[in-house]
T-cell receptor, first 117, second 110 residues
Framework: DAGVIQSPRHEVTEMGQEVTLRCKPISGHNSLFWYRQTMMRGLELLIYFNNNVPIDDSGMPEDRFSAKMPNASFSTLKIQPSEPRDSAVYFC???????????????FGAGTRLSVL | GIQVEQSPPDLILQEGANSTLRCNFS?????LQWFHQNPWGQLINLFY?????KQNGRLSATTVATERYSLLYISSSQTTDSGVYFC????????????WGAGTKLIIKP
């Protein structure tokens, strides 16, 4: 399996621009997670989807952030408009929820390093 | 208070040395994972180990759930082992929220 695939690997943009990050989960996985990693705050869960439905978006920092999962093999995280404080590494992870979800293993993509100038 | 605490925060070793990384957690868990974040930023799954002992090559891990800690052992360290090692848990009152430790930064010198 190719693992969780994220694109782009690096994104440099100017303040005010729209940014779209993409994620393809592992085939057959039905749970998808978006995380943000910064030096100050470490890894933070932004949003969690189960069977393409957003279950918990309490970690989304503000209305400028939105995430979609139109089908089981694709998700996007959009920032509009972007700000310098959004600069971070954004990870997507997926897992197979069978039985008790908590026992399932989350596998991470390589991340997208976002720089907002 | 801190829910997942890792120690030591930093560790510098010579190639060939052995090391033990510790993860303490504040409550009962039903999921514990160890990850290695390499110098390129990739997060690599090492172990899923909510209890018991597992081994994979030079790496092994032990979780004593009743005492709320987990240990990651690295034997015969290689320079490619450098990076940050994270412990992450899902507490019993959740079913998906991974709570992360701050990590142990490991540097292996040739």
């Amino acid at each position: 399996d190719a693992g969780v695939i994220q694109s782009p690997r690096h994104e440099v943009t100017e303040m005010g621009q729209e940014v779209t990050l993409r994620c393809k989960p592992i085939s057959g996985h039905n749970s998808l997670f978006w995380y943000r990693q910064t030096m100050m705050r470490g890894l933070e869960l932004l949003i969690y989807f189960n069977n393409n439905v957003p279950i918990d978006d309490s970690g989304m920092p503000e209305d400028r952030f939105s995430a979609k999962m139109p089908n089981a093999s694709f998700s996007t995280l959009k920032i509009q408009p972007s700000e310098p404080r959004d600069s971070a590494v954004y990870f997507c992870a997926s897992s197979l929820a069978s039985g008790a979800l908590a026992k399932n293993i989350q596998y991470f993509g390589a991340g997208t390093r976002l720089s907002v100038l | 208070g801190i829910q997942v605490e890792q120690s030591p925060p930093d560790l510098i070793l010579q190639e060939g040395a052995n090391s033990t990384l510790r993860c303490n957690f504040s409550d009962s868990v039903n999921n514990l994972q160890w990850f290695h974040q390499n110098p390129w930023g990739q997060l690599i799954n090492l172990f899923y180990i909510p209890s018991g002992t597992k081994q994979n090559g030079r790496l092994s891990a032990t979780t004593v759930a009743t005492e709320r800690y987990s240990l990651l052992y690295i034997s015969s360290s290689q320079t490619t082992d450098s990076g940050v090692y994270f412990c992450a848990v899902i507490f019993m009152d959740s079913n998906y929220q991974l709570i992360w430790g701050a990590g142990t930064k490991l540097i292996i010198k040739p």
